[in-house]
């Protein structure tokens, strides 16, 4: 199996944690104030692992390009964690329903990539995103 591919499927695992972890702990918290809460636990993990494993002897390397691109990226995320953590917070939203939205943004993605960053359009590809939308838009009803 790639390494890729493992990685991927801990990234679908850890995801999926997220969305349970957050929906027991939001609680009667603020979900911006929730955000702020695990980026400060999250920071210092991340720079740990950086400097543990010899990384930040490559910052220097970093162009201005990776640096906007990267900022850009941080600010979606925040964004993205933002807006789901406030579904999250609505007692009407299931945790389950609320990631079926979220993971529209496959087939974003797979618009954005073909679009923008010139990836392969093929047509079984295509039907997956569109298996995939109509299966978000079913479990969120």
């Known amino acids: ?3 890729w591919l ?7 695992i850890f995801a999926a944690l997220v969305w349970v972890f957050a929906k027991i702990g939001l609680g009667k ?3 911006v104030l929730a955000n702020a809460i695990r980026t400060v636990v999250l920071l210092p993990v991340l720079w740990a692992i950086v400097f543990a494993t010899g990384k930040h002897k490559h910052i ?18 925040g964004a993205s964690w933002l807006c789901g953590f406030r579904a999250m917070s609505d ?3 299931s945790a389950a329903s609320v990631q079926a939205i979220d993971k529209l943004s496959l087939v974003i993605t797979f618009a954005i990539g073909v679009a ?4 392969v359009f093929t047509w ?3 039907l997956g995103v569109a298996l995939i ?8 009803l």
């Open 1 to 3: 199996m790639n390494s």
């Open 6 to 12: 493992i990685y991927a499927v801990f990234s679908a």
């Open 29 to 31: 918290i603020d979900s």
């Open 60 to 77: 220097e390397n970093i162009d201005r390009k990776a640096l906007v691109f990267l900022a850009l990226s941080a600010l979606a995320t």
């Open 91 to 93: 007692d009407r939203a």
């Open 116 to 119: 923008i960053l010139g990836e």
């Open 124 to 126: 079984k590809a295509a």
């Open 133 to 140: 939308a109509a299966g978000c838009v079913i479990m969120a």
